[in-house]
């Protein structure tokens, strides 16, 4: 029998934070609902999924913690995670911290900024965040202004872009393809939208709203937006403008302007406020966010990691597959192969055993909720 510690996850959660730096996935914060009751996730737990081996682990972490809290904003530059603003129990924070990932000893250890100039953007939540040129440009949120702070930014006044910028707005998506940020969907006042805007990063002149070619995904929120190309742009997930939690997925091509939709997705597996990171070969990971429409019914948070592969691997990871998949068939050949080579192979052994062990106890579960559900049905 398969070794279930071995094969542990992070907790179910929604509105956390998620970076991949390397061969991990970081996971942080988020809450979960717990008999009717919204509870944020530990801020002292940091948690790593090896892209190679499957395998998760927790890392307790120390120094300056930020509070537990969900629908922060998180990002990597340089192998820091940088956490900013989220909703805590008491408010919305405008605090700014981050953590070294590339520790030797693995000591994570989290530090608040303090000292930096100009004023940083008022308290918020569900807001996004663009990585350009070692910098970290937040766009929209929920949140609160006071009258005097009406024009604080970090550094650039609301009246200073140029163009015709997008509606404010929360629970959108942003994401950078070379020096253009990009801006899909959210919700405005009681509105979510489906608009398509981007913002030249080096002369914050925005684009105004994107006449797209052809269809179009959906009006949502909560959903996810990630590069995975020089010209294009992966679209997953999110509430509808109906309260539909929704499970598709879209790529843009910015060179001829479509959208187009894409096949073969786990249709019977909705997200919203999940994260999506990109992988070492192009490949999307989406991780936890809800099945259900959270504004309604906040039970059906999830830990699982859904994988979208956007392009064809490579010959090397197509046979590294290839053996993890048949290592038993395999098993006398595999202590013949080279030692960086054998390492790989016992990597993906680990990694599809974890996956197949994952894959009996999820549908074990929905067997027994079903059963659940037909008995209290009758």
Same mark, same amino acid.
């Given at each position: 029998?398969? &070794?279930?510690?071995?094969?542990?996850?992070?907790?179910?959660?929604?509105?956390?934070?998620?970076?991949? @730096?390397?061969?991990?996935?970081?996971?942080?914060?988020?809450?979960?609902?717990?008999? @009717?009751?919204?509870?944020?996730?530990?801020?002292?737990?940091? =948690?790593?999924?090896? #892209? &190679?081996?499957?395998?998760?682990?927790?890392?307790?972490?120390? +120094?300056?913690?930020?509070?537990?809290?969900?629908?922060?904003?998180?990002?990597? #530059?340089?192998?820091?995670? /940088?956490?900013?603003?989220?909703? &805590?129990?008491?408010?919305?924070?405008? $605090?700014?911290?981050?953590?070294?990932?590339?520790?030797?000893? +693995?000591?994570?250890?989290?530090?608040? %900024?303090?000292?930096?100039?100009?004023?940083?953007?008022?308290?918020?939540?569900?807001?996004?965040?663009?990585?350009?040129?070692?910098?970290?440009?937040?766009?929209?949120?929920?949140?609160?202004?006071?009258?005097?702070?009406?024009?604080?930014?970090?550094?650039?006044?609301?009246?200073?872009?140029?163009?015709?910028?997008?509606?404010?707005?929360?629970?959108?998506?942003?994401?950078?393809?070379?020096?253009? +940020?990009?801006?899909?969907?959210?919700?405005?006042?009681?509105?979510?939208?489906?608009? !398509?805007?981007?913002?030249?990063?080096?002369? =914050?002149? =925005?684009?105004?709203?994107?006449?797209?070619?052809?269809?179009?995904?959906?009006?949502?929120? =909560?959903?996810?937006?990630?590069?995975?190309? @020089?010209?294009?742009?992966?679209?997953?997930?999110?509430?509808?403008?109906?309260?539909?939690?929704?499970? &598709?997925?879209?790529?843009?091509?910015?060179?001829?302007?479509?959208?187009?939709?894409?096949?073969?997705?786990? /249709?019977? $597996?909705?997200?919203?406020?999940?994260?999506?990171?990109?992988?070492?070969?192009?490949? #999307?990971?989406?991780?936890?966010?809800?099945?259900?429409?959270?504004?309604?019914?906040?039970?059906?948070?999830?830990?699982?990691?859904?994988?979208?592969?956007?392009?064809?691997?490579? !010959?090397? $990871?197509?046979?590294?597959?290839? %053996?993890?998949?048949?290592?038993?068939?395999?098993?006398?050949?595999?202590?013949?192969?080279?030692?960086?080579?054998?390492?790989?192979?016992?990597?993906?052994?680990?990694?599809?055993?974890?996956?197949?062990?994952?894959?009996?106890?999820?549908?074990?579960?929905?067997?027994?909720?079903?059963?659940?559900?037909?008995?209290?049905?009758?």
């Amino acid at each position: 029998m398969a &070794d279930s510690q071995a094969f542990c996850v992070a907790e179910e959660r929604s509105g956390h934070c998620a970076v991949v @730096d390397g061969h991990f996935l970081y996971v942080w914060g988020g809450y979960v609902s717990i008999e @009717d009751n919204e509870v944020y996730l530990p801020n002292d737990e940091i =948690w790593t999924y090896d #892209i &190679d081996s499957g395998l998760w682990k927790m890392h307790l972490m120390e +120094g300056e913690l930020p509070t537990s809290m969900s629908g922060s904003c998180g990002a990597c #530059i340089n192998g820091r995670l /940088y956490v900013f603003g989220g909703y &805590d129990d008491k408010g919305y924070s405008n $605090r700014l911290y981050f953590v070294n990932l590339r520790t030797r000893d +693995g000591t994570y250890i989290w530090e608040k %900024i303090t000292k930096f100039d100009g004023q940083p953007p008022t308290p918020r939540d569900k807001l996004s965040c663009w990585v350009y040129k070692d910098r970290l440009i937040y766009f929209g949120g929920y949140g609160y202004r006071r009258h005097s702070e009406l024009q604080d930014c970090f550094d650039v006044h609301d009246a200073s872009w140029g163009g015709v910028p997008p509606q404010p707005r929360a629970a959108h998506s942003c994401a950078v393809l070379g020096n253009k +940020g990009y801006v899909f969907g959210g919700r405005v006042l009681q509105t979510r939208m489906n608009d !398509l805007h981007c913002l030249n990063l080096d002369t =914050w002149i =925005w684009s105004g709203r994107i006449s797209v070619n052809g269809e179009s995904p959906k009006h949502r929120s =909560w959903h996810t937006l990630t590069a995975i190309a @020089d010209d294009k742009l992966f679209l997953f997930g999110g509430l509808s403008a109906d309260n539909i939690p929704l499970s &598709d997925g879209w790529i843009h091509n910015i060179i001829t302007n479509c959208w187009k939709q894409l096949k073969h997705l786990p /249709y019977t $597996r909705p997200r919203l406020w999940h994260t999506a990171c990109l992988g070492k070969e192009n490949e #999307i990971m989406v991780f936890g966010g809800s099945k259900d429409n959270l504004l309604f019914l906040d039970t059906g948070h999830c830990n699982d990691l859904l994988i979208f592969q956007t392009q064809p691997y490579s !010959l090397l $990871r197509l046979c590294l597959d290839c %053996i993890g998949k048949n290592a038993v068939i395999l098993k006398s050949q595999i202590s013949l192969l080279p030692p960086k080579l054998r390492q790989q192979v016992l990597k993906k052994i680990t990694f599809w055993t974890a996956a197949n062990y994952r894959k009996e106890q999820r549908v074990g579960k929905e067997e027994t909720e079903n059963k659940q559900q037909w008995v209290s049905s009758h």
